[in-house]
């Protein structure tokens, strides 16, 4: 659980400066759970400079809480959870001071949006909050009130959260949490998991990761670990001492997190991690007559495919559906196997190439259309698809036909600019699974919106 917060002063000496106003956002890792906002009465005056900055005015607070009247709240809030602000050294030594004059020693875990971001997203020309989500295209408004600058490190900190591959802030979290009693655990911690789609991750009592899954129903999924009683379950339930889970808002992005989390982590119980999860794939090459030759076959790592299928049941369907769409002679797809015309020909449905009637080029035309379709190959696109929540989407990004990786995104327009594109992805490994999973996915789902990008952008 994380609180995360914005305080605004009256500036002044070191240690002597009050509070003018706090927002605080009570967040589990996906959602707000509850906020606390108010304007405070420091009983000192208010610096002219930052009276300027904030809009904050000593008239203003003469009417609002003294420090002592919504101290009790700030310390229900924060209650269990790491305090996150952006600069949390300073929030973090605002509010010491503030509760160190009711004398009363104020100690949590803290995290720095700064800090996490210059780690997670290097390279940016400022890490200043307002120039930082500017650059990210995370919406802004009442810059320097503690609303406003609270509200959209919720935002920069769910964005920190995806980018944050290696899971060192949910570690940490998970480090941070109280153990759970061994009789009633797996009840409890299956209480406390939602039924969305996304990605899940076992915790044992040291926080290390020895589990990754995803599913449609991380609930339901988790259900079945802690009731199986094969081998493996049991050992899971045994070790298991939190979980902690990732939001995706739609299946591709949970199979991708999976495929790559599960190869950086190595968790212990992820015994299939040297499996290939595709087994056939489609191949195309040139004979001696210049027909570009389509054929099925066992998927080989060392040779270049155009695209892979998890059965041969799968890769039997999409040739069958490429002669139908496009009129492909079936010679040269393997479905025929014998001598002269194709079946196809006699009804009509091929232009000839079986029997030398169709050139090599008209042919190779339609082929190549056909392979456009199902391949990326060179291709710079976004896939777009749900996001985590209802006013968000999903970007997945491809330049140069090569997987760069996922990010949200709540307004259209941050799709018009690609260094905010490239802001909002979270950097992803582009390996043969990864490519499998996308391609598989978007012949599953071909309603998917697909923006073709310039490549000179």
Known sequence: MYAILDIETTGGKYNEEGIT???????????????????????????????????????????????????KRIVEITNGAILVAHNAKFDYRILRTEFGRLGFDYERQSLCTV?????????????????????????????????GDAQATVKLFKMLLAKDSEKEILKSSVRNAPKLQMDTKLIRLLEELPSITGVYYLHNSEGDIIYIGKSKNIKKRV??????????SIEIQKEVASISYEATGNELNALLKENEEIKRNKPKFNKSLSRNIFSYALYQSKDDDGYINLKIGKADRRKKSVTTFTNLQQAKALVSNLVEEY?????????HTGNGACFNY?????????????????????????????SYEKQNMLVIDRGRELDEKSALLVEE???????????????????????IITPMKNDRDAQHIIQNYLRKNNRLKVIMLDPAE
């Open 223 to 232: 259900n079945q670990h802690f009731t199986n009683e094969n081998r493996k």
């Open 115 to 147: 800090e996490l971001s210059k780690k997670l997203i290097p390279g940016l020309p400022s890490y200043s909050l307002g120039k930082l989500v500017r650059s990210l295209g995370i919406p802004l408004s009442d810059r320097h009130r503690a609303n």
């Open 346 to 374: 006699s009804i009509k449905k091929c232009n000839g190439a079986c029997v030398k009637e169709e050139s090599p080029l008209e042919h190779n035309e339609r082929v190549k259309q056909a392979l456009h379709k199902y």
């Open 327 to 335: 009129n492909l002679c079936q010679k040269y797809t393997g479905i």
């Open 401 to 423: 036909g090569q997987f760069k990786g996922i990010g949200y995104f709540n307004l259209n327009y941050q799709l018009n600019n690609m260094e905010i594109i490239k802001s």
């Open 21 to 71: 106003e706090i927002a605080v956002y009570k967040f589990d890792g996906h959602k707000v759970v509850d906020q606390f906002i108010s304007l405070v009465n420091p009983e000192i005056p208010i610096q002219p400079f930052v009276v300027g900055l904030t809009g904050i005015n000593n008239d203003m607070l003469r009417q609002a809480p003294k420090f002592y009247e919504v101290a």
